[in-house]
């Protein structure tokens, strides 16, 4: 699974700026919990063959005990909880402060990987002026300058230095033939309801985990002969002194889930509409290339307006999924899951999908004879043949002349002669553009 670095430090010392510089992109998951102003971040980033997560939190003050300050300590304590290495930031130019100091006597005391690391160093010597920060006790500090990209790539070297990561990537061994379910969507949306319906008993409770680890949790389960592996993502409580009357769930489970998974279940509540949460993690699925369904769970506790305002909101909201197929259940009242279960077959059918060359390049062909691209300035690209890239995702891969210049809009007309075709419903579809390149380009 990826590794997961959480940056913590006190406000204004480029948290966010960082968190930007090592995700390359403003969009990440958020965690939103009702009540709270201050919430986590949550990106990937890639280093070489190494991918990781990263956690952007708000600024951490350990000693408050009242107001946002202790719900926003609450936030970095989870941060640091799910991540298994930690980069504190500290400002270089604003110099070491009390709260600096508070900051690390916490962290010492979890016994993490920790880098320390001062932010907006650039122009600046390694000498006296980033001596003070020795004091930390956490060892040698790292210059960098998020606003610069300045040793981002160290930072993150050595953030996961000690995590042992294999030179070569690691698959995870799975049995032969074992299809994998995750069941994504925010807490008591009636994921772990689903699967216990599912599995005709009550396999998964709410329970009180003692520690800090939320791991997803994996059911084998076996159905009309075929072995299943449903992953649950389920929210779990944890009441005590750090977490009380705040609903946790790790936002970090639920992506290395997906991650893992082959077919995704989007579980919406139907009582809540569909919220900015669910879009993120609607967003991430499509990025990380999965199958998925949706579903709206407890159909049966609204009535007909708010079944209109609903529906209006999943064409809206999500509507980037428009390819997978849409259920309306109950998983209390098991009402709607036998086609809701077969869809998922489906998605996955279609993620591992084998199309032909030659139907690929008929049906290209066809495509454009139909609508040709539009012409780019003096050249009109030229669209030849195609073939199957990969699986899970689907890729197809265009081939042919400056097509450079073919618009995302005419990409979503071919992935819509694609999809009709090979009936690609619940899967993303890549379409990939390769330009052939010109032997005489260079001779005089």
Avoid at 132 to 160: C, I, K, M, N, W
Avoid at 390 to 405: D, K, Q, R, Y
Avoid at 415 to 430: A, N, S
Wanted: charged share 25%; hydrophobic share 40%; aromatic share 8%.
């Amino acid at each position: 699974m990826k590794p997961v670095l959480a940056l913590v430090g006190r406000p204004n010392v480029g948290k966010s700026t960082l968190f930007n510089r090592l995700t390359q992109s403003r969009d990440a998951i958020v965690a939103d919990y009702a009540g709270l102003t201050r919430d986590r971040h949550y990106g990937n980033g890639r280093q070489g063959r190494h991918e990781f997560i990263v956690i952007d939190t708000g600024g951490f003050e350990p000693t408050a005990e009242t107001g946002i300050y202790k719900e926003m300590a609450n936030q970095t304590r989870q941060a640091v909880a799910e991540a298994d290495a930690v980069i504190f930031v500290v400002d270089a130019r604003a110099g070491l402060s009390a709260q600096d100091h508070d900051i690390a006597n916490y962290l010492r005391k979890l016994g993490k990987p920790c880098v320390l690391t001062a932010n907006k160093a650039e122009g600046m010597q390694e000498g006296a002026q980033l001596a003070e920060f020795y004091e930390l006790g956490l060892g040698e500090v790292l210059p960098v300058s998020a606003a610069h990209g300045q040793g981002l790539r160290t930072l993150v070297d050595r953030a996961l230095e000690p995590l042992n990561l294999p030179e070569e990537d690691e698959e995870e061994v799975v049995e032969p033939g074992v299809i994998k379910f995750a069941v994504a969507g925010r807490p008591n949306v009636g994921k772990s309801t689903l699967i216990n319906t599912w599995l005709g008993e009550e396999r998964l409770i709410a329970f009180d985990m003692p520690g800090t680890t939320r791991d997803a949790i994996r059911v084998p389960f076996e159905r009309q002969g075929q072995k299943f592996e449903l992953i649950d993502t389920a929210g779990l409580r944890r009441k005590g002194r750090v977490f009380e009357a705040v609903e946790k769930f790790s936002v970090v489970k639920t992506l290395q889930a997906i991650e893992s998974a082959n077919v995704v279940l989007l579980l919406l509540d139907a009582t809540q509409g569909v919220t900015d949460q669910d879009a993120h993690i609607a967003g991430y699925i499509l990025e990380s290339g999965r199958a998925v369904v949706l579903a709206v769970n407890k159909w049966d506790a609204v009535d007909d307006y708010q079944r209109q305002q609903l529906q209006r909101q999943l064409e809206t909201r999500l509507t980037f999924l428009k390819f997978a197929n849409l259920h309306f259940i109950s998983a209390r009242k098991r009402q709607g899951l036998e086609p809701l279960w077969k869809s998922m077959l489906k998605a996955h059918q279609a993620a591992n999908r084998k199309m032909s060359t030659p139907v690929l390049t008929r049906l290209l062909q066809q495509a454009v004879q139909f609508q040709t691209p539009k012409k780019s300035g003096m050249y009109r690209p030229k669209l030849r043949y195609a073939h199957q890239g990969g699986m899970n995702p689907p890729v197809i891969v265009v081939h042919g002349n400056s097509l450079e210049h073919v618009s995302d809009a005419y990409k979503r007309y071919l992935e819509g002669w694609f999809r009709k075709e090979f009936e690609l419903t619940g899967t993303p579809l890549r379409i990939e553009m390769k330009t052939s390149t010109n032997p005489y380009a260079d001779k005089d």
